[in-house]
C-alpha cells in the first residue's frame, strides 16, 4: 500500500491535526478575546471529522477492513463507530463549557484546543492495530487531559486533581509500557496481528506477563477496579465540563481499545484474559456500587457510577464473541448519552449567586425550585439503574443475552444480582430532589446549549428512543463485524 493510499484512510485525523494547530496559532495570537471563535471552529474541525468518518461505518464490513501505513492503523467500521461516539461527546464537552468558564472568568481559548489534540489522540487510540501507535495515541489524549484536569489554576481542588492524575497516569503508562515490552520480547512484533499469530501455539510464562501487565495499564485508562481509586478525586477536583469530557469520550476510546487488545491481538487465546475481564467486571459493578452509596457529592457520586458501569461493558467484552462486542457497543452508545445527560444536569445547578452546587444537600426538593432538571435527571438515574422501558434496561439486557449465548451462565446471574445494588444509589437521587423539603438553591437560569444537551440526552433514552434502537443494533452489529473482520 502506497502512502497515498494510507494518507487518504487517516483524513478524520488530518482535520483534526491541521485544526488543531491552526487554533493554537489563533490563540496565540489572538488571546483570550479569541476563545469563543476557538469553540466555534473546534466544534467545526470535529463535526467534519465525523462527517468523514460516517462512510466507514455506513459501507459496512463486507471484506477484509483497511489498513494503513503498513498495518499499523485500520480503518474498519469497529473504530469508525466508535470515533463517531467520541466527536459526538467532545462536541457535546465543547458546546457546555463556556457558560461553566465564563462565570469564572477562566475561559481561555487554550480549552478547545486541548479537547481537539485529545480527540485526535483518541482518534488513533481505536483505530491501532500496532502497538505503537497505540501508545502514541494514548499518551496524546493522556498528555491534554492532564492539562485539562487542572486546567482551573486558581482553584486547588483542580490542581489537585491534575496532579492526581498526572501521577497515577504517568504509573499506569509504566505498567503497560512494560506489558508491551514482554509482549514484544516473547513475540518479536509490535504488529496485533503478529502478536496474535504468535500466540496461537498457546502463551509462554513471559507472554502471560505480558498480557497481564498490558491489561493492567488499560484498566487503569477505563477506571476499571482495581485501577479506579483516581477516579472519584479526580472527576469531583476537575471543571465539570472537563470531568463530563473525562467522563465520556476517553471512556470510550479505551474501552474500545481494551477490546481491540483483547479480540484483535490476544484474540488466539481468549481464556488467558477472559478470567481478568471478568474479575475487573464483576469487582467494578460491586466496588462502583458500594462506594456510591455512602456519596453526598454529586460529581463523586457520578464517578462511582461510571466504574460500575465499565463493569457491565466489560462483562460484554468477556464473552470474546461479535455478540458480545456489538453488545458492549450498545451498551457503550448509551451509557455515553447518559452520562453526558447527568454531568449537563450537574453543571447547570446554581444558586441565586450564580455559584454551582455540587452536594446532595443543595438539590434537596428540586423539582419545587427547577421541575424542569429534575425531571430530566429522574429519567436519566432509572435509566442509569436499567428500569424499563428506559434505555438503560435494554443496554443491560443486550450485554447480559450475548454471555448467556456464550455459555457465561454465572456471570449473568452474579452481573444481575450486582446490579441492584446499584440502584439505591440512582433512587436516592430521586427521593432527595422530589421527597425532600426544598432548600430553594438551585434558581439560576442555565444556558439555551445546556437545555438543548440535556432535553437531547433525555429523550435519547426515554421509551421515545427506543425508535431508534433497531438502527442503533445494526451500527453495532456492523462494528462488531468490522473488528472480527481482520481477526
Not at 9 to 30: K, M
Not at 311 to 328: E, V
Not at 386 to 400: D, R, S, T
Request: charged share 10%; hydrophobic share 55%.
Amino acid at each position: 500500500m502506497d502512502y497515498a493510499t494510507s494518507f487518504a484512510l487517516i483524513v478524520p485525523e488530518l482535520v483534526l491535526t491541521v485544526s488543531g494547530l491552526l487554533l493554537l496559532i489563533i490563540a496565540a495570537f489572538a488571546g483570550e478575546k479569541s476563545s469563543r471563535l476557538v469553540s466555534i471552529l473546534a466544534v467545526t474541525a470535529i463535526a467534519a471529522a465525523a462527517f468523514l468518518v460516517a462512510p466507514a461505518l455506513i459501507n459496512g464490513a463486507g471484506g477484509e477492513p483497511a489498513m494503513a501505513f503498513y498495518g499499523q492503523i485500520s480503518a474498519d467500521a469497529f473504530a469508525a463507530f466508535a470515533k463517531l461516539l467520541t466527536y459526538f461527546a467532545a462536541i457535546g464537552c465543547l458546546v457546555i463549557a463556556p457558560g461553566f468558564f465564563e462565570h469564572r472568568r477562566a475561559m481561555k481559548p487554550e480549552y478547545p484546543v486541548l479537547v481537539v489534540f485529545a480527540t485526535l489522540g483518541m482518534s488513533i487510540m481505536v483505530s491501532a492495530t500496532d502497538l505503537m501507535t497505540l501508545y502514541i495515541g494514548l499518551e496524546l489524549n493522556s498528555l491534554a487531559a492532564y492539562v485539562l484536569a487542572s486546567f482551573l489554576r486558581n482553584d486547588s481542588r483542580s490542581a489537585e486533581a491534575g496532579l492526581k492524575y498526572f501521577v497515577l497516569g504517568a504509573l499506569a503508562s509504566g505498567i503497560l509500557l512494560y506489558g508491551m515490552s514482554l509482549t514484544y520480547g516473547f513475540t518479536g512484533t509490535t504488529s496485533f496481528a503478529g502478536i496474535r499469530e504468535a500466540h496461537e501455539a498457546g502463551l509462554s510464562t513471559g507472554a502471560l506477563f505480558g498480557l497481564i501487565f498490558v491489561f493492567a495499564g488499560l484498566a487503569f485508562k477505563v477506571s476499571a477496579v482495581p485501577f479506579h481509586l483516581w477516579t472519584p478525586d479526580v472527576y469531583e477536583g476537575a471543571p465539570t465540563p472537563v470531568t463530563t469530557f473525562f467522563a465520556t469520550a476517553p471512556k470510550v476510546a479505551a474501552i474500545a481499545l481494551t477490546a481491540r487488545v483483547a479480540l484483535d491481538a490476544f484474540g488466539s487465546q481468549p481464556d488467558a484474559w477472559r478470567q481478568i475481564v471478568i474479575f475487573a467486571a464483576l469487582a467494578s459493578i460491586v466496588v462502583g456500587a458500594l462506594g456510591a452509596i455512602g456519596q453526598n457529592n454529586l460529581k463523586r457520586l457520578l464517578a462511582y457510577s461510571s466504574i460500575n458501569n465499565v463493569g457491565f461493558i466489560l462483562i460484554g467484552l468477556a464473552a470474546a464473541t461479535p455478540a458480545g462486542a456489538s453488545a458492549m457497543l450498545f451498551y457503550l452508545a448509551i451509557y455515553v448519552v447518559m452520562s453526558l445527560g447527568s454531568f449537563v444536569a450537574v453543571l447547570m445547578l446554581r444558586n441565586g449567586e450564580g455559584e454551582y452546587l455540587e452536594t446532595f444537600d443543595d438539590i434537596a426538593g428540586l423539582s419545587s425550585t427547577r421541575p424542569g432538571i429534575a425531571w430530566c435527571l429522574l429519567i436519566l438515574m432509572f435509566s442509569l439503574a436499567g428500569i424499563p422501558p428506559l434505555m438503560g434496561f435494554f443496554a443491560k439486557l443486550e450485554v447480559f443475552r450475548a454471555v448467556v449465548e456464550a455459555g457465561l451462565i454465572p456471570l449473568a446471574v452474579i452481573g444481575i444480582a450486582a446490579s441492584v445494588i446499584g440502584a439505591f444509589y440512582y433512587i436516592k437521587f430521586v427521593k432527595v430532589m422530589f421527597f425532600d423539603e426544598a432548600v430553594g438553591r438551585a434558581t439560576k437560569s442555565a444556558s439555551a446549549s445546556q437545555w438543548a444537551i440535556l432535553g437531547i440526552c433525555t429523550l435519547l433514552i426515554s421509551p421515545l428512543g427506543w425508535f431508534l434502537t433497531r438502527g442503533l443494533e445494526l451500527m453495532t452489529d456492523t462494528a462488531a463485524a468490522g473488528l472480527f473482520a481482520g481477526v
